[in-house]
């Protein structure tokens, strides 16, 4: 079964740094991987999807990046904000049926 | 609204109830998730439909656990006698078209507490 990991689980910045998140996954046979933020007692807001045959996408302010070789994805979130704060989701999809398999999140909290 | 809505947001059950949780997908997609989350962790795969046809119910983690899609738009996601480890939030997600290759929405979810 894909277990895919974020590192850190929680990470607190000051307003204006540039960061990396961290997601690895065990099965590197996936057709796309898809970063996702959740604020608390919310759905997921889909930021960015990376398809297999792709090395990076970008959106605004974010990039995130996919080696699937080495079984590794990043968030790049340049000149963070306070607004960016919420737990930041990664998800490996097409390894195995229909599911997308999750990490558990890195929780974010960008101080003013 | 143009988004994936879902009702009840919340939901108190005692244990033993029956309870139903409502998926609207976003109009014309094609492909409907179902996903639950424990407190602190990601959420896991439940059940996957292509139109009204369920696909892929691997992740269902008992068979009190049931969904449906009868008309390819609306899902409703069914537990019978409700437990304690029940309790979770319920995701609905949305695709445009079949499979996994393509962008998912997400619902708001439903918060399933089961005393």
């Known amino acids: 079964k894909q277990e895919v990991t974020q590192i850190p689980a929680a990470l607190s910045v000051p307003e204006g740094e540039n960061l990396v998140l961290n997601c690895s996954f065990t099965d590197s046979a996936i057709y796309n991987l898809q970063w996702f933020r959740q604020d608390p007692g919310k759905g997921l807001t889909s930021l960015l999807l990376i398809q297999s045959s792709q090395r990076e996408q970008t959106s605004g302010r974010l990039n995130a990046s996919l080696d699937k070789s080495s079984g590794r994805s990043t968030l790049y979130i340049a000149a963070s904000q306070p607004g960016d704060s919420a737990t930041y989701l990664c998800?490996?999809?097409?390894?195995?049926?229909?599911?997308?398999?999750f990490g558990k999140g890195t929780s974010l909290l960008v101080t003013p | 609204g143009a988004g994936v809505s879902q009702s009840p947001r919340y939901k108190v059950a005692k244990r033993g109830q029956d309870v139903a949780l409502r998926c609207d997908p976003i109009?014309?997609?094609?492909?409907l998730f179902w996903y639950q989350q424990a407190l602190g962790q990601g959420p896991e795969f439940l059940t996957y439909?292509?139109?009204?046809?369920?696909?892929?119910k691997s992740g269902l983690p008992s068979d009190r656990f049931f969904a449906e899609r009868p008309e390819g738009s609306v899902s409703t996601l069914k537990i019978q006698r409700t437990q304690q480890e029940d309790s979770a939030v319920y995701l609905c997600?949305?695709?445009?078209?079949?499979?996994?290759?393509?962008?998912?929405?997400f619902g708001p979810g439903t918060r399933l507490t089961v005393t």
């Open positions: 439909f292509q139109n009204e046809a369920q696909l892929d």
């Open positions: 998800a490996a999809g097409g390894d195995s049926g229909y599911a997308l398999n």
């Open positions: 109009s014309g997609h094609v492909s």
């Open positions: 997600a949305s695709s445009m078209l079949a499979g996994v290759l393509y962008e998912q929405y």
